[in-house]
C-alpha cells in the first residue's frame, strides 16, 4: 500500500544525497542534479500500466532505486574519481535511452528494474577490471542493449565480445536483418552460423547476396559445411540463369534433379513450364508427408510468370483470331498443366481465354473427369479453382463431369469447411467470392453453402475459436444479405456497406443535397468518341445543362429526383498539351470551393489513364465504373481513396457500347430515385447490353466481396491478417 501511495505522488524529491556517507563532492554534484532531472523527466514519460505490479516496480525503480544506486556509486572506497563519474554518466544516459526505447515502443519498462540490477552488477565487474561478458550475455536483449549504449562500459576489457552478444541476441530476433547487418559488419565472429540461419528462412534473399562479386559474396561462397548453402552460392555463381534453377532448390538438394537436367529444358517455355508443374505437385505431396519445402514462394512466383508469359498472354493478345489459331499455344500442355494456368492466371486471364481455352482443355485432356484431375494435383489450391469456375459460369459443368452426386457434394462441402485453419485469408475470400454467382447460376448449391458455412459457425463456436467464428459469421452474414428480406445489416455488424445493393440516400451528396456524379475524360480519339456518345445519351426530356465553363460543363436532372452529372471537357492532347489536366483540375477546384464530394465516379479512357481518376477519387464515393481494359486489376487501388466504394471492372476490354447502357441504366435509376439492386440491374444491364463480346468480362460489385471480406475480418479481429 505504501508502495502504491507513493506512485499516486505526482512530484518527485531526491532526498537520499544529502547526507552522511552519499554527500558527493562539488565536482560530482551536477552530475547527480542531471539525473535527478532525468528522473522527473522519466517518470513524466512512463504513462503506467495495466498491470499494478508492474506499475510500482518500474516507478520504485526510477525513484528509490536510481537513488540507492547514486549513493552505491559515491560510497564505493575503491573507485576513483573519474570512473564514479563514468558511472554517473552512464546511469543519466541509461536513462535517457530509457525514455527514447519507451517512446518509440522499442523497450518493456517492466524490464526496467532488471535493467538497473544488470547495471549495478557489470558496474562491479568493471570496477575491479573485470570482463561483464558473461552478464550481457544472458541477458535479454533489450537489457544487454542498454548496457551497451549507455557508453559506461565503453572500456572493458570484455566490451567487444560484449557487442558481438547483443549483435546476436538482436539478429536471433530479427532474421530479415541477418545479412545487411552482415555485410555493414565484417567483424562479427558468428558469420557462417548466420548466413546458414538465413539460407533456410530466406533462401532467395541469400541468392541474391551470394550472387554480387563482393567480399561478402565470396564469404557466402567459402561456407562449406552446409549443402543448401553451397547449393545457393553454386547456383548464384555458376550461371546467369540461376533465378532458372531456384524453384527447383529442394530437389536439387535432395538429388532429385541436377542443375544439367534444368538446362535442358530452362530454353524452350513448354518444357520449363511443366517441369515447374512437376516440381509444385512434388512439393505438395511432400508437405502433405510433413516435409518442410524451402524454395515453394519462389516456385510459386515462377510458375505464375511463366504462366502469364507466354502463355496467358499469348491467347489473349489473340482474342480476336479463330480458337484454333489462338489456343494453339495450349496443346502442348497436360490436364495439370492448364490447371496451374488457370490457377495463376486468377486476375490476368480474359473470359474467353478460360472459357473456350484452358477449361474445356484440361477437361478433354482428364477425361472430363473433374474430381480425378483435383485428385491428381492432390487437392492443390482447389478452392482457388472452384471459385474461378463460379465466377466464370462453368462451375455446373465441372460438377457435372463428377459421376457420383455424393462425391460432388462432399467437394463443396470441403470448398467450405476449415476455413480457420486455412494460412491466411484466401481460402475465406474465395468462399466469398464465389457465393453470388453460384447464388445466381445454381441456387441448391448455394443453399448447401449457406448451411455449411452455419454449421461450421456453430462448430467454431462449440470449440470457442475466434477466428472460425469471426470468418464464418461474417460469411453467412454475408450471404444472407442477397435476400434483401433478411434485413442483414453489414454496416452495424462488420462496419463494411451493404453488398447486394446501395440505398438512395446513401448517394445523396451531404453539402449539395443531391446526388453528385464526376464523370473523367481523357486526350485521345477514344475519349473524344466516349465525350460525344455521353452527350449524346442525357436526352432534353429529362435533361439540361446547367453550367459550363471552359474546361466543364454540368447537367442536371429536369424531372425526378435532383442529380447533377459534371464532366470534363474533351480536349486534344497532341494539340494542347496538358489541357486534360487544366480542365479535371479547374472542375477540381469548383468542387472543392463548394465542398462537393461526387458519391459516383466514371472513368472513360484507356487503362494508362486509369491510375489518373484513381488519384483523384474521394472518400465518399460509393459508385465506381472503370470503363477501362483491366480495369479489374485496379480494385484494391480504388478501395485505399474510397473504402467503401462498389466497383464495376472489366477483366479485359472496355467498351463504349457496354460503357454506355450502364450509365444509360443508372442515370435513370438515380433520376427515379431508386434503390441500387445489383443483381437485377445487371440482368437489365446484360438485356440493354445485348450480345455484345467482351460484356461476360465485366464484373459486378457483388461478385468482387473479397476486398469487403478481409476489411470485415480485420475490423472484428483487430489485426492486419
Given at each position: 500500500?505504501?508502495?502504491?501511495?507513493?506512485?499516486?505522488?505526482?512530484?518527485?524529491?531526491?532526498?537520499?544525497?544529502?547526507?552522511?556517507?552519499?554527500?558527493?563532492?562539488?565536482?560530482?554534484?551536477?552530475?547527480?542534479?542531471?539525473?535527478?532531472?532525468?528522473?522527473?523527466?522519466?517518470?513524466?514519460?512512463?504513462?503506467?500500466?495495466?498491470?499494478?505490479?508492474?506499475?510500482?516496480?518500474?516507478?520504485?525503480?526510477?525513484?528509490?532505486?536510481?537513488?540507492?544506486?547514486?549513493?552505491?556509486?559515491?560510497?564505493?572506497?575503491?573507485?576513483?574519481?573519474?570512473?564514479?563519474?563514468?558511472?554517473?554518466?552512464?546511469?543519466?544516459d541509461l536513462l535517457k535511452k530509457f525514455q527514447t526505447l519507451y517512446r518509440n515502443r522499442q523497450f518493456n519498462p517492466s524490464n526496467l528494474p532488471t535493467a538497473l540490477n544488470t547495471y549495478e552488477q557489470?558496474?562491479?565487474?568493471?570496477?575491479?577490471?573485470?570482463?561483464?561478458?558473461?552478464?550481457?550475455?544472458?541477458?535479454?536483449?533489450?537489457?544487454?542493449?542498454?548496457?551497451?549504449?549507455?557508453?559506461?562500459?565503453?572500456?572493458?576489457?570484455?566490451?567487444?565480445?560484449?557487442?558481438?552478444?547483443?549483435?546476436r541476441k538482436y539478429l536471433d530476433l530479427h532474421p530479415e536483418q541477418i545479412l545487411i547487418t552482415l555485410?555493414?559488419?565484417?567483424?562479427?565472429?558468428?558469420?557462417?552460423?548466420?548466413?546458414?540461419?538465413?539460407?533456410?528462412?530466406?533462401?532467395?534473399?541469400?541468392?541474391?547476396?551470394?550472387?554480387?562479386?563482393?567480399?561478402?559474396?565470396?564469404?557466402?561462397?567459402?561456407?562449406?559445411?552446409?549443402?543448401?548453402?553451397?547449393?545457393?552460392?553454386?547456383?548464384?555463381?555458376?550461371?546467369?540463369?540461376?533465378?532458372?534453377?531456384?524453384?527447383?532448390?529442394?530437389?536439387?538438394?535432395?538429388?532429385?534433379?541436377?542443375?544439367?537436367?534444368?538446362?535442358?529444358?530452362?530454353?524452350?517455355?513448354?518444357?520449363?513450364?511443366?517441369?515447374?508443374?512437376?516440381?509444385?505437385?512434388?512439393?505438395?505431396?511432400?508437405?502433405?508427408?510433413?516435409?518442410?519445402?524451402?524454395?515453394?514462394?519462389?516456385?510459386?512466383?515462377?510458375?505464375?510468370?511463366?504462366?502469364?508469359?507466354?502463355?496467358?498472354?499469348?491467347?489473349?493478345?489473340?482474342?480476336?483470331?479463330?480458337?484454333?489459331?489462338?489456343?494453339?499455344?495450349?496443346?502442348?500442355?497436360?490436364?495439370?498443366?492448364?490447371?496451374?494456368?488457370?490457377?495463376?492466371?486468377?486476375?490476368?486471364?480474359?473470359?474467353?481465354?478460360?472459357?473456350?481455352?484452358?477449361?474445356?482443355?484440361?477437361?478433354?485432356?482428364?477425361?472430363?473427369?473433374?474430381?480425378?484431375?483435383?485428385?491428381?494435383?492432390?487437392?492443390?489450391?482447389?478452392?482457388?479453382?472452384?471459385?474461378?469456375?463460379?465466377?466464370?459460369?462453368?462451375?455446373?459443368?465441372?460438377?457435372?463431369?463428377?459421376?457420383?452426386?455424393?462425391?460432388?457434394?462432399?467437394?463443396?462441402?470441403?470448398?467450405?469447411?476449415?476455413?480457420?485453419?486455412?494460412?491466411?485469408?484466401?481460402?475465406?475470400?474465395?468462399?466469398?467470392?464465389?457465393?453470388?454467382?453460384?447464388?445466381?447460376?445454381?441456387?441448391?448449391?448455394?443453399?448447401?453453402?449457406?448451411?455449411?458455412?452455419?454449421?461450421?459457425?456453430?462448430?467454431?463456436?462449440?470449440?470457442?475459436?475466434?477466428?472460425?467464428?469471426?470468418?464464418?459469421?461474417?460469411?453467412?452474414?454475408?450471404?444472407?444479405?442477397?435476400?434483401?428480406?433478411?434485413?442483414?445489416?453489414?454496416?452495424?455488424?462488420?462496419?463494411?456497406?451493404?453488398?447486394?445493393?446501395?440505398?438512395?440516400?446513401?448517394?445523396?451528396?451531404?453539402?449539395?443535397?443531391?446526388?453528385?456524379?464526376?464523370?473523367?475524360?481523357?486526350?485521345?480519339?477514344?475519349?473524344?468518341?466516349?465525350?460525344?456518345?455521353?452527350?449524346?445519351?442525357?436526352?432534353?426530356?429529362?435533361?439540361?445543362?446547367?453550367?459550363?465553363?471552359?474546361?466543364?460543363?454540368?447537367?442536371?436532372?429536369?424531372?425526378?429526383?435532383?442529380?447533377?452529372?459534371?464532366?470534363?471537357?474533351?480536349?486534344?492532347?497532341?494539340?494542347?498539351?496538358?489541357?486534360?489536366?487544366?480542365?479535371?483540375?479547374?472542375?477540381?477546384?469548383?468542387?472543392?470551393?463548394?465542398?462537393?464530394?461526387?458519391?459516383?465516379?466514371?472513368?472513360?479512357?484507356?487503362?494508362?489513364?486509369?491510375?489518373?481518376?484513381?488519384?483523384?477519387?474521394?472518400?465518399?464515393?460509393?459508385?465506381?465504373?472503370?470503363?477501362?481494359?483491366?480495369?479489374?486489376?485496379?480494385?484494391?487501388?480504388?478501395?485505399?481513396?474510397?473504402?467503401?466504394?462498389?466497383?464495376?471492372?472489366?477483366?479485359?476490354?472496355?467498351?463504349?457500347?457496354?460503357?454506355?447502357?450502364?450509365?444509360?441504366?443508372?442515370?435513370?435509376?438515380?433520376?427515379?430515385?431508386?434503390?441500387?439492386?445489383?443483381?437485377?440491374?445487371?440482368?437489365?444491364?446484360?438485356?440493354?447490353?445485348?450480345?455484345?463480346?467482351?460484356?461476360?468480362?465485366?464484373?459486378?460489385?457483388?461478385?468482387?466481396?473479397?476486398?469487403?471480406?478481409?476489411?470485415?475480418?480485420?475490423?472484428?479481429?483487430?489485426?492486419?491478417?
Open positions: 500500500m505504501v508502495g502504491l501511495n507513493s506512485f499516486s505522488q505526482t512530484s518527485y524529491t531526491q532526498t537520499s544525497l544529502t547526507t552522511g556517507n552519499c554527500k558527493p563532492p562539488f565536482n560530482r554534484q551536477r552530475w547527480h542534479d542531471v539525473i535527478d532531472t532525468d528522473q522527473r523527466n522519466a517518470l513524466k514519460s512512463f504513462q503506467g500500466s495495466n498491470n499494478e505490479e508492474v506499475k510500482y516496480h518500474v516507478t520504485q525503480t526510477i525513484t528509490k532505486r536510481i537513488d540507492d544506486l547514486q549513493c552505491t556509486i559515491e560510497k564505493d572506497s575503491l573507485t576513483r574519481d573519474q570512473p564514479k563519474i563514468g558511472y554517473l554518466r552512464g546511469l543519466d557489470c558496474m562491479m565487474r568493471d570496477s575491479r577490471n573485470r570482463s561483464i561478458e558473461d552478464i550481457i550475455d544472458r541477458s535479454s536483449y533489450e537489457v544487454a542493449n542498454l548496457m551497451i549504449e549507455c557508453g559506461a562500459f565503453r572500456n572493458n576489457i570484455g566490451i567487444r565480445a560484449s557487442r558481438n552478444a547483443v549483435w555485410k555493414k559488419h565484417p567483424e562479427l565472429p558468428f558469420r557462417d552460423s548466420m548466413i546458414k540461419v538465413v539460407a533456410y528462412k530466406y533462401p532467395k534473399r541469400l541468392y541474391d547476396y551470394a550472387a554480387a562479386r563482393d567480399w561478402f559474396g565470396d564469404a557466402i561462397l567459402n561456407v562449406r559445411d552446409d549443402s543448401l548453402v553451397m547449393t545457393i552460392a553454386r547456383m548464384a555463381r555458376g550461371s546467369k540463369s540461376g533465378q532458372l534453377y531456384f524453384p527447383f532448390l529442394d530437389n536439387i538438394i535432395a538429388g532429385k534433379i541436377g542443375l544439367p537436367d534444368i538446362d535442358q529444358v530452362k530454353a524452350d517455355d513448354a518444357k520449363y513450364y511443366r517441369l515447374l508443374v512437376q516440381t509444385r505437385m512434388d512439393y505438395v505431396n511432400r508437405t502433405l508427408n510433413g516435409d518442410k519445402i524451402i524454395s515453394m514462394e519462389e516456385l510459386d512466383n515462377m510458375l505464375k510468370r511463366k504462366a502469364i508469359d507466354p502463355f496467358i498472354r499469348t491467347i489473349n493478345e489473340l482474342h480476336e483470331k479463330p480458337d484454333p489459331v489462338r489456343f494453339a499455344i495450349l496443346e502442348q500442355l497436360n490436364a495439370q498443366d492448364l490447371y496451374y494456368i488457370a490457377i495463376h492466371g486468377e486476375t490476368e486471364l480474359y473470359t474467353s481465354s478460360f472459357v473456350k481455352g484452358v477449361f474445356p482443355r484440361m477437361m478433354a485432356k482428364y477425361g472430363n473427369r473433374g474430381d480425378s484431375l483435383l485428385a491428381s494435383v492432390r487437392f492443390d489450391r482447389f478452392k482457388k479453382f472452384i471459385k474461378m469456375c463460379a465466377g466464370y459460369n462453368t462451375l455446373s459443368q465441372f460438377l457435372a463431369s463428377v459421376p457420383d452426386h455424393d462425391r460432388a457434394q462432399l467437394l463443396m462441402t470441403a470448398f467450405v469447411n476449415n476455413l480457420e485453419k486455412s494460412k491466411g485469408l484466401e481460402d475465406g475470400v474465395d468462399v466469398a467470392d464465389s457465393y453470388a454467382s453460384i447464388f445466381e447460376t445454381l441456387k441448391p448449391v448455394a443453399s448447401d453453402m449457406l448451411s455449411n458455412v452455419k454449421q461450421n459457425l456453430d462448430r467454431n463456436i462449440k470449440e470457442n475459436n475466434k477466428r472460425g467464428i469471426v470468418m464464418y459469421n461474417l460469411l453467412y452474414k454475408l450471404f444472407l444479405s442477397v435476400d434483401s428480406t433478411k434485413n442483414i445489416d453489414l454496416t452495424r455488424e462488420f462496419g463494411i456497406p451493404p453488398v447486394y445493393n446501395i440505398n438512395y440516400e446513401s448517394l445523396v451528396d451531404d453539402s449539395a443535397h443531391k446526388v453528385v456524379m464526376q464523370v473523367f475524360f481523357y486526350g485521345d480519339d477514344d475519349g473524344k468518341m466516349s465525350y460525344n456518345g455521353f452527350i449524346g445519351q442525357l436526352p432534353a426530356t429529362n435533361w439540361k445543362r446547367i453550367e459550363e465553363t471552359k474546361y466543364w460543363l454540368a447537367y442536371a436532372s429536369t424531372k425526378g429526383q435532383p442529380v447533377v452529372i459534371y464532366a470534363n471537357k474533351w480536349f486534344d492532347d497532341e494539340k494542347q498539351e496538358g489541357a486534360i489536366e487544366r480542365a479535371q483540375g479547374a472542375l477540381r477546384e469548383n468542387l472543392e470551393q463548394k465542398s462537393i464530394q461526387p458519391t459516383i465516379i466514371v472513368h472513360r479512357g484507356h487503362s494508362y489513364w486509369v491510375s489518373s481518376t484513381i488519384e483523384q477519387i474521394q472518400p465518399a464515393a460509393k459508385i465506381v465504373l472503370l470503363g477501362s481494359c483491366g480495369g479489374y486489376n485496379v480494385i484494391h487501388n480504388v478501395l485505399q481513396h474510397a473504402p467503401d466504394a462498389h466497383i464495376i471492372a472489366s477483366k479485359q476490354t472496355g467498351k463504349k457500347d457496354i460503357n454506355q447502357p450502364f450509365m444509360n441504366i443508372l442515370n435513370e435509376k438515380l433520376r427515379t430515385g431508386s434503390n441500387v439492386d445489383w443483381i437485377p440491374l445487371w440482368k437489365e444491364f446484360k438485356a440493354k447490353a445485348g450480345n455484345v463480346e467482351g460484356f461476360d468480362d465485366y464484373v459486378p460489385p457483388y461478385k468482387n466481396l473479397g476486398a469487403l471480406f478481409i476489411k470485415a475480418y480485420n475490423s472484428s479481429m483487430g489485426t492486419n491478417d
